[in-house]
């Protein structure tokens, strides 16, 4: 709200809860209950969520990032610049344009192959590792293939030539949700 509405000059500045409830086709009073700092402020549903997105012009997934998935996903972004310049990756990221098939499965296999190359991706049944480590790698492994299969490429607007970037920050993600679990 610091920035989502604009001065007389159009500049970026403060939006009021007014106008961000008018704008979210809500009540003040109900706006008040999803913004309140207290313990009894109300969790807004997905379509709140959207609403509120849409009033000041952000993809709802935004407003539901916590701190550490804004650093995971700024990780995975210099991960993938600092990739490009491996020509295993270069590679690997043509073969992964040229996908014939977007299936779950396709996906999720293309993943690992990324963490494998990116070494996010470690074997999780090497006995010379201890318990927990090898606990740590599977879970990884679940979430990046998890992430990874999420991607929509049936819904339209995701296409192939955005797998290495994509694939790049699930395999980071992935690790730091792991890690977030254990």
Not at 33 to 51: M, W
Request: glycine share 6%; charged share 20%.
């Amino acid at each position: 709200m610091r920035v989502a509405g604009e001065d007389e000059d159009g500049i970026p500045d403060a939006l009021s809860q007014t106008e961000l409830a008018e704008r979210a086709n809500m009540g003040r009073t109900t706006l008040n209950k999803y913004l309140g700092s207290n313990s009894e402020g109300t969790n807004p549903d997905l379509k709140i969520i959207c609403q509120l997105a849409e009033a000041v012009g952000v993809p709802p997934a935004i407003l539901l990032m916590r701190p550490q998935d804004w650093a995971s996903l700024g990780s995975g972004m210099l991960t993938f610049l600092q990739a490009m310049s491996d020509p295993k990756f270069t590679e690997l990221a043509a073969e992964l344009q040229s996908l014939d098939s977007t299936t779950s499965y396709r996906i999720a296999e293309a993943a690992l192959r990324v963490g494998k190359l990116l070494k996010t991706v470690e074997d999780s049944h090497d006995p010379r590792v201890s318990q927990e480590v090898r606990a740590f790698r599977h879970a990884s492994k679940v979430s990046i293939v998890t992430i990874a299969a999420s991607i929509p490429f049936r819904m339209g607007g995701v296409a192939t030539s955005h797998l290495p970037a994509l694939l790049t920050i699930c395999s980071i993600l992935g690790t730091t949700t792991a890690r977030a679990n254990q």
